[in-house]
């Protein structure tokens, strides 16, 4: 019912900024959660971001927050994640998930039944 593509990932330097996108189809964008999660290599997913099906309410992962920011057009379809003051350690594949519903958003991963394939993002010293 929803398709979800990451893109935007790159190799930066410590400090850069850096903005990742996901482009969503389906009809029901506009009434689901949003979600960002990571991933490094022999790591478990981490939580990141997360946006409630109008944009009116975010939640951020400790490590992120006062550098991320998420946000959403239900217009185009399409979440974004702003990231700035980036650091080595948010080195990982980020993934975009969707919630079930107007109600699905917030750190818990069982709140979302899509997920994209994910994006490289690499943060040199």
């Known amino acids: 019912q929803v398709q979800l593509v990451e893109s935007g990932g790159r190799l930066v330097q410590a400090g850069d900024s850096l903005r990742l996108s996901c482009a969503a189809s389906g009809r029901t964008f506009s009434s689901r959660g949003m979600a960002w999660f990571r991933q490094a290599p022999g790591k478990e997913r981490e939580f990141v971001a997360a946006i409630r099906w109008d944009g009116g309410a975010v939640n951020y992962g400790e490590s992120v927050k006062g550098r991320f920011t998420i946000s959403r057009s239900n217009a185009r379809n399409t979440v974004y994640l702003q990231m700035n003051s980036l650091k080595p350690e948010d080195t990982a594949v980020y993934y975009c998930?969707?919630?079930?519903?107007?109600?699905?958003?917030?750190?818990?991963?069982?709140?979302?039944?899509?997920w994209g394939q994910g994006t490289q993002v690499t943060v040199s010293s």
């Open positions: 998930a969707a919630g079930r519903g107007t109600a699905d958003w917030g750190p818990p991963e069982s709140l979302y039944d899509y």
